[in-house]
């Protein structure tokens, strides 16, 4: 499984984010990608939002794959941007446990 994490006022949706999802799969694996706090079209309410050093979000959607039932996938990262920084910043937190 490749996480995609988008840039700075990017999202899901935008063609870089789509273009590396269809890439990626197209090499016969699977995807997601993430949208930030406030990046996917919904305003964000909350106190936070994201930033150069902002994991908290992809690390809880890492915490909730491998958390499942099911045995997770290998879990690869990719980012573009502000969003390679937090995939480094994440990978940084998690240690030797990544």
Request: charged share 10%; net charge negative; proline share 4%.
């Amino acid at each position: 499984l490749v996480v995609i994490v988008h840039g700075l006022q990017s999202n899901s949706n935008s063609s870089l984010s789509v273009d590396l999802g269809k890439a990626y799969h197209n090499q016969g694996l699977d995807v997601a990608c993430i949208n930030f706090r406030g990046c996917s079209g919904t305003p964000n309410d909350g106190l936070r939002a994201y930033h150069l050093g902002f994991t908290d979000d992809l690390l809880q959607f890492l915490s909730m794959l491998s958390s499942s039932e099911a045995k997770p996938p290998p879990i690869f990262l990719s980012g573009f941007s502000l969003g390679a920084n937090v995939v480094l910043k994440a990978l940084g937190e998690l240690g030797s446990s990544a």
